[in-house]
């Protein structure tokens, strides 16, 4: 494998580790917010 061949390789391979790592924390996010929810409506529903 010549030197070019590579960095396009560890380009792609970066690329799609950093999408891979914003779809979780962008998951993780939307579980977050709905647990949040979750909680205010229950302390709603409390008072």
Same mark, same amino acid.
């Given at each position: 494998?010549? %030197?070019?061949?590579? /960095?396009i #390789?560890? =380009? /792609? #391979? @970066? =690329?799609? #580790? @950093? +999408? !891979?790592?914003? +779809? @979780? %924390? /962008?998951?993780?996010?939307?579980? !977050?917010?709905?647990? %949040?929810?979750k909680?205010?409506? =229950? =302390?709603n529903?409390?008072?």
């Amino acid at each position: 494998m010549n %030197e070019k061949t590579l /960095a396009i #390789t560890l =380009k /792609a #391979t @970066v =690329k799609n #580790t @950093v +999408g !891979f790592l914003q +779809g @979780v %924390e /962008a998951h993780q996010l939307k579980e !977050f917010l709905i647990l %949040e929810s979750k909680t205010k409506i =229950k =302390k709603n529903l409390a008072t």
